[in-house]
């Protein structure tokens, strides 16, 4: 090669590579910014009217805090100290779907950060990251929408469950529950994670205590097959997590993925299902091997639960 093919040829090479080295120095910048992001919590408040005149009995509101993908792991300081501080909301009742743990050893930091609130009334369902470890995932599957196998490594989930039921928290896997807070009578069912088939909807089938002032539904994964069933059974509120909101989002907080069945648009916060209201959290927390949020910071919601007009 002469030397003027090889000018002509070093100069043709120049854009290319400065477009890829833009192009890495904006992935990078990228990365670090939805590393930040995590920790940049956020309190969602939305005001649901789903009781019957005269229920609150004066009261002008039934607090629900609903907590989902806190995805602990060991020493996530920030995450401790803003969850805990959530009690000075002042809840009627925590919910909280799932997926608490990232690593075998992160429960005495998720009693931490819930500690407070485990003094108030609360229910619980797990996802399958509280009973196994969070792996490496595979990004053309998450992307594509197919099922991931999960990794079948068991995380400490008995004890957490039992340090939960201690503090007085109930369980409402596959059970049904009715209970109530202040003059509010509540019924509410959950199934396990529906997303790895672990839910059975047959235990818990039938509309909810006709008595009743409110009925949720609980589950982990905001599966759409599981969501028909509790909307055909009557409840009037259902409560998932999973999803993350779509985690890694266009600006605007519009998911590219769910992770699930439920469509993009319903990926985070509260919609319609029939006639049925559903709340989806965007969660507290990640996998450990994707620590990035763009467009979509970690949330806790605050639904106030009001009455309906006369």
Known sequence: MNETAKVTLKKSFLPLAGALGAAALAGAGLAVWGNAELRRFELKDI????LAP????????????????LHMIPGQSDKIAWVSALDA???????NTGDNLSDERAVPDVLRALGP???????????TNDYWAPQLPNPFKYLLGMRRIPSYIDLPWRDMRAAFIERGWQDATHRRLE????????????????HHDLDDYSLIEGAPHPDSDLSLAL?????????TEFERDGYQLSLSGHTHGGQLCLPGSRAIVTNCGIDRARAQGLHDFGRMKMHVSNGLGTSRFVPLRLFCRPSATLLRIT???S
Do not use: C, Y
Not at 179 to 194: C, E, M, T, Y
Not at 219 to 227: D, G, I, K, N
């Open 219 to 227: 589950l982990h994964a905001p599966e759409p097959r599981v969501l």
């Open 54 to 69: 005269g229920t609150l009995r004066g009261k002008s509101e039934f607090r629900l805090l609903h907590i989902s993908d």
């Open 117 to 127: 609130l485990l003094n108030r009334p609360g229910m619980f369902v797990f996802g």
């Open 179 to 194: 209970f109530q807070v202040g003059s509010v009578r509540i019924a509410a069912a959950g199934v396990d994670d529906p």
């Open 89 to 95: 909301l002042r809840p009627d009742l925590v919910v």
């Open 47 to 50: 005001t649901v009217p789903l």
């Open 307 to 309: 009455e309906k007009e």
